[in-house]
């Protein structure tokens, strides 16, 4: 039985609102984090990663469940004895100290005599390639290097599993893009288990092993990005990341794996899914916008007729917003490979969307 | 030791708040209470109170009676103290009503002013406040004496011929207690008035609102909280004001704080000063309560 | 949208921008005016402290007599050291106390909070003389007879009692404005030093205490200044004999007006005023500026040490010695708040820097004048 590096069994964790409830921000949530992986607690704000977070690294306890470290119950452990570091969203960098005494702080408490100490702050701000910065104040940073600090002053003790909760929040765009490939470049270097809070999906996606979408303090899917994206488990995942049509239909038959579905106002199509149906069960066929293809009937697979409500040019693709007859819509996504606007439909044009039977899901949730 | 410490939130709070709490307990309230006590008991003959205690209601009856004392002379109003307490109410209003009046626009004033300016304004109007009372009272004082500056420069500017009686009266006490109590109108209003968004004045005219209207409808609404902070920590100490009417009035004008020294030095009559003490601590009290409601309602709209 | 006339005229353009020229003219008058009537009286009474005649009206040349006189008169050197006295007792106590209590009151929920809470903001609220009185009551019909009857000790007013009386009414300003600063507090920055190992104890002496330190300073200025100042609650609390700076001034005033009062009102408007000034800095300041008192307070002791020096050489006493060895570690002191000050002071912008330099000045004065003050 291999030991997980972390493992949240059937965590609960409630607080009191002020109108006298009390509040489930994580509800019954198991997840287990494997050695080295990079994971990432993915969710809208309010889910529970957080909070979940914040029981990993001791600032909660949890009101029902536990939470094992390398197969140790820290569930009611205090943070400060704890092998876990954080990188905190604001930084937290101590404002009365000095680079070298902000990154140095955890040493300090575990007594390393100041000779090894400084060594060790002087490699630990090489790695995130900061050198000479000992004697500056954090005021005198700016964010990205902030950050850069908060990383070093985590790393510096070995910690068995790394915490950041949602570190490049408050990075422009530009240097959002650069940290993550350093972040996931670093992770690998270093071999430490990296838990991963974020909001923001397309940053889970690049920089994660396996993922877990959170909301309302459930965790609704866990697993590689690719499976994440390709196969979402629920409405809410498929909707979350990326982006998804929902055609809304019925069942009306099934034979083996492969599902009739009579979609509302529209027609019947054909989908493959592993699950079981019942006929007249209400699901949605989850379809993203680059599995569909604009007038081009692919024979023998589901082709629909619609017309086109708007044209969105986005320089890379072209959107198309298309309206069945029953009153459903759907966006479809074409990369602009040729520059031949003749080929291209306008808006009003009768058109044809067509996709294959093993691109949707089914989903009913 | 210290593992029990971190375990027990109640050792915790406890030995953090043991000391605080005792202190104001047995300093504090405890003699408030005592003064209640006393309020209620006969006086003795040093003018302390009778042992063993004789409870009474006759200090308070006192209050609204001045005849039913046993100094009362044949010409005695029954409503001296009456009078008294109705008359530094009067006084309270008054002040208030020109530290408000006065001190409104100076805030608005000093709002508008660059960063920079307004923090070096807001100091020069903090420093009064902490300072000491006694001393800048005394300074106005030395002002308004008749062989002081305002009166030396007012003569020998040819306006007057002898020196106005400026000091020793109520002109004095509530040119005093303005003067005292200004910047603590200031500060609330102040606070409030620079929480104010101005745009929304803009956005006022805009609308076709007048300056005038866009003062009653949109400023002055919003900045009501820091007007009522300000009426309250005005109102309140100079009811209850001791120092400003003795300096400025000379033992001439009598208010509810002068009457209660009085008590405690010449007319050795505690249970009655006691009773006074009381009365004046109920006053405080519905104006810090009616404060608190107003405030709390405030914060609740959401402002 | 028809655009026949413009809505508005030129004329009421004109007009309006007059009616707010004028507008800013009043407010700027009137602003003028309350800063002249709130300062005027105070400037005048600073310039005729040092007037050669009696007169309070006429300013006939320039003299520091009236300073003079306050220097030898005993009676007020008393005072001034019974008011240091008990002012530094005071804040010491109030401050530690107060400090606690903002503590306990922010970090923990507990029924009644609200309840202690708004008994902590009365005695702010209370009318002093309200106040004085009932100490005086407890004091006299409560505390002494109690001591009398079941300890059989003798107690009376004096010092003490009015040290007692001050921490009561101090440790709310103390607890104010540390409530305050802990309500501004970055509670991330906890938790962060708890996340790489440190306990309650060393996050509290290593984060909390240091980021708070500019707070608490602030209070304690504050709570002596008040103590300084305070004449109501003082003259309920005294004994027969002692006097304080505020009661002394009070029986001149009561009097009549002198250039001596003026001096010594002066004298301790100044001080007020370095205090308060000190007690803002340290408030809403940086670590810059309690550094800078730091070294000023640590230069001060030191330069007095220097100062007594030569008194010691006269006449030799043990306990002299060591009051003096002390006074000279103070100069240790100094100099160990030194480096940490210049490295701040490198990370402020050049007004700062002045005023951080500024600071450091009135410190060093006003610890300084307080220790010869106090000790001679």
């Known amino acids: 039985m291999v030991d997980y590096a972390v493992e949240m069994q059937d965590v609960v964790k409630k607080f009191a609102t002020p109108e006298g409830g009390m509040l489930a921000a994580v509800n019954h949530v198991t997840i287990q984090i494997k050695d080295g992986e990079f994971f990432s607690l993915l969710g809208p704000s309010g889910c529970g990663k957080t909070t979940s977070l914040r029981m990993i690294a001791g600032f909660e306890m949890p009101t029902e469940g536990k939470i094992l470290i390398h197969g140790k119950d820290m569930s009611q452990v205090p943070a400060f004895q704890r092998p876990v570091n954080t990188v905190f969203q604001q930084y937290a960098l101590f404002p009365h100290m000095t680079v070298e005494q902000n990154i140095e702080f955890g040493l300090e408490m575990k007594g390393v005599p100041r000779s090894e100490r400084s060594i060790r702050v002087s490699q630990a701000l090489d790695m995130v390639r900061l050198p000479g910065m000992e004697m500056r104040r954090p005021k005198q940073l700016s964010g990205g290097q902030q950050q850069r600090i908060a990383l070093a002053r985590a790393l510096i003790n070995k910690p068995e599993v790394l915490l950041l909760d949602e570190p490049l929040g408050a990075l422009d765009l530009k240097l959002r893009k650069e940290m993550q490939l350093e972040l996931k470049t670093l992770q690998r270097e270093v071999g430490i288990t990296f838990i991963y809070v974020t909001h923001d999906q397309e940053e889970a996606l690049t920089m994660s092993d396996r993922i877990a979408v959170m909301s309302k303090g459930v965790a609704l899917q866990v697993g590689k990005p690719e499976e994440i994206y390709e196969r979402p488990a629920t409405r809410f995942v498929a909707d979350f990341i990326g982006e998804t049509n929902f055609l809304n239909g019925v069942v009306k038959g099934q034979n083996g794996s492969m599902v009739e579905v009579e979609l509302d106002g529209i027609g019947t199509v054909h989908v493959e899914s592993t699950r079981a149906f019942t006929n007249g069960q209400q699901v949605s066929v989850a379809v993203r916008p680059e599995k569909l293809r604009l007038n081009g009937e692919i024979k023998g697979e589901n082709n629909l007729k619609g017309r086109v409500e708007e044209v969105i040019y986005i320089g890379t693709d072209t959107h198309y917003g298309v309206r069945f007859p029953g009153g459903q819509k759907a966006r479809v996504r074409e990369q602009n490979i040729t520059q031949d606007n003749e080929e291209k439909a306008q808006t009003g044009d009768e058109v044809t969307v067509s996709f294959t039977r093993v691109s949707p899901r089914l989903l009913t949730e | 030791m210290l593992k029990y410490f971190r375990k027990?939130?109640?050792?915790?709070?406890?030995?953090?708040?043991?000391?605080?709490?005792?202190?104001?307990?047995?300093?504090?309230?405890?003699?408030?209470?005592?003064?209640?006590?006393?309020?209620?008991?006969?006086?003795?003959?040093?003018?302390?109170?009778?042992?063993?205690?004789?409870?009474?209601?006759?200090?308070?009856?006192?209050?609204?009676?001045?005849?039913?004392?046993?100094?009362?002379?044949?010409?005695?109003?029954?409503?001296?103290?009456?009078?008294?307490?109705?008359?530094?109410?009067?006084?309270?209003?008054?002040?208030?009503?020109?530290?408000?009046?006065?001190?409104?626009?100076?805030?608005?004033?000093?709002?508008?002013?660059?960063?920079?300016?307004?923090?070096?304004?807001?100091?020069?109007v903090i420093i009064p406040f902490w300072t000491n009372f006694l001393v800048r009272t005394?300074?106005?004082?030395?002002?308004?004496?008749?062989?002081?500056?305002?009166?030396?420069?007012?003569?020998?500017?040819?306006?007057?011929?002898?020196?106005?009686?400026?000091?020793?009266?109520e002109f004095a006490v509530n040119v005093g207690l303005i003067y005292g109590y200004l910047p603590f109108a200031i500060l609330p209003m102040y606070a409030s008035i620079e929480k104010f968004d101005h745009t929304l004045m803009e956005a006022a005219a805009d609308l076709g609102a007048s300056p005038a209207r866009a003062f009653l409808k949109v400023m002055l609404p919003l900045t009501l909280p820091g007007v009522i902070a300000a009426l309250v920590l005005v109102f309140v100490p100079v009811v209850g004001a001791f120092i400003t009417p003795d300096i400025m009035g000379g033992g001439k004008i009598e208010m509810i704080g002068t009457l209660i020294n009085r008590q405690f030095g010449v007319s050795r009559n505690w249970p009655f000063g006691a009773a006074m003490s009381l009365i004046l601590m109920l006053l405080v009290l519905i104006g810090v309560i009616a404060y608190f409601r107003s405030s709390t309602e405030e914060t609740r709209r959401g402002i | 949208m028809t655009a026949n006339a413009p809505a508005v005229t030129r004329q009421q353009v004109r007009q309006k921008r007059v009616t707010a020229r004028i507008g800013n003219w009043l407010l700027g008058t009137n602003a003028a005016l309350i800063f002249g009537f709130l300062y005027l009286p105070v400037v005048i009474l600073i310039i005729f402290s040092f007037n050669n005649t009696r007169s309070v009206a006429r300013f006939t040349g320039f003299s520091t007599e009236w300073y003079v006189r306050l220097a030898n008169n005993s009676e007020l050197l008393d005072a001034a050291r019974n008011s240091l006295l008990v002012g530094l007792t005071t804040t010491i106590v109030a401050t530690a106390i107060g400090t606690l209590t903002a503590l306990a009151m922010d970090r923990y929920r507990f029924r009644l909070r609200t309840a202690f809470d708004a008994n902590l903001y009365l005695p702010i609220v209370i009318p002093e003389i309200v106040m004085g009185i009932s100490l005086l009551l407890f004091f006299n019909q409560a505390l002494f007879p109690l001591l009398q009857?079941?300890?059989?000790?003798?107690?009376?007013?004096?010092?003490?009692?009015?040290?007692?009386?001050?921490?009561?009414?101090?440790?709310?300003?103390?607890?104010?404005?540390?409530?305050?600063?802990?309500?501004?507090?970055?509670?991330?920055?906890?938790?962060?030093?708890?996340?790489?190992?440190?306990?309650?104890?060393?996050?509290?002496?290593?984060?909390?205490?240091?980021?708070?330190?500019?707070?608490?300073?602030?209070?304690?200025?504050?709570?002596?200044?008040?103590?300084?100042?305070?004449?109501?609650?003082?003259?309920?609390?005294?004994?027969?004999?002692?006097?304080?700076?505020?009661?002394?001034?009070?029986?001149?005033?009561?009097?009549?007006?002198?250039?001596?009062?003026?001096?010594?009102?002066?004298?301790?408007?100044?001080?007020?005023?370095?205090?308060?000034?000190?007690?803002?800095?340290?408030?809403?300041?940086?670590?810059?500026?309690?550094?800078?008192?730091?070294?000023?307070?640590?230069?001060?002791?030191?330069?007095?040490?220097?100062?007594?020096?030569?008194?010691?050489?006269?006449?030799?006493?043990?306990?002299?010695?060591?009051?003096?060895?002390?006074?000279?570690?103070?100069?240790?002191?100094?100099?160990?708040?030194?480096?940490?000050?210049?490295e701040e002071l490198n990370l402020t912008n050049p007004s700062g820097r002045i005023l951080a330099w500024i600071t450091m000045f009135v410190t060093v004065s006003v610890v300084f004048l307080s220790t010869l003050l106090l000790l001679g």
């Open chain 2, 8 to 124: 027990s939130k109640g050792f915790q709070l406890s030995g953090l708040l043991g000391p605080g709490a005792l202190w104001i307990l047995i300093f504090f309230n405890l003699p408030i209470l005592i003064v209640l006590f006393i309020s209620f008991v006969e006086r003795g003959r040093a003018g302390s109170i009778k042992i063993p205690p004789v409870y009474t209601l006759d200090n308070y009856v006192q209050l609204f009676n001045a005849c039913t004392s046993q100094f009362a002379g044949p010409e005695c109003d029954p409503l001296l103290y009456v009078g008294i307490f109705g008359h530094s109410v009067r006084i309270g209003l008054v002040v208030t009503f020109w530290c408000i009046i006065l001190g409104y626009p100076l805030a608005y004033f000093i709002s508008k002013q660059k960063q920079v300016w307004r923090d070096a304004l807001m100091v020069l």
């Open chain 2, 138 to 169: 005394y300074a106005l004082k030395q002002v308004l004496a008749t062989e002081g500056l305002l009166n030396s420069f007012l003569m020998n500017v040819g306006m007057i011929n002898h020196p106005l009686d400026l000091l020793f009266n």
């Open chain 3, 149 to 342: 009857n079941v300890f059989g000790i003798k107690a009376s007013t004096g010092l003490h009692t009015i040290t007692i009386s001050h921490i009561a009414f101090d440790i709310p300003f103390v607890y104010v404005i540390v409530r305050a600063r802990l309500a501004d507090f970055d509670r991330t920055l906890e938790e962060a030093a708890a996340d790489l190992g440190a306990d309650e104890w060393k996050t509290f002496q290593r984060v909390t205490l240091p980021l708070l330190m500019p707070g608490i300073i602030g209070g304690a200025l504050m709570a002596f200044t008040l103590s300084l100042d305070d004449y109501l609650i003082t003259v309920f609390t005294k004994g027969v004999r002692e006097q304080t700076m505020p009661l002394y001034i009070y029986s001149l005033v009561r009097r009549g007006v002198t250039p001596e009062i003026n001096a010594l009102s002066t004298a301790l408007l100044i001080g007020s005023i370095g205090l308060v000034g000190l007690s803002l800095t340290a408030q809403n300041g940086g670590v810059v500026y309690t550094r800078a008192m730091s070294v000023g307070a640590g230069l001060g002791l030191g330069l007095y040490g220097l100062f007594s020096l030569p008194t010691l050489f006269a006449s030799f006493t043990i306990g002299g010695l060591v009051l003096r060895l002390l006074l000279l570690a103070a100069f240790v002191w100094m100099w160990r708040s030194y480096q940490p000050y210049r």
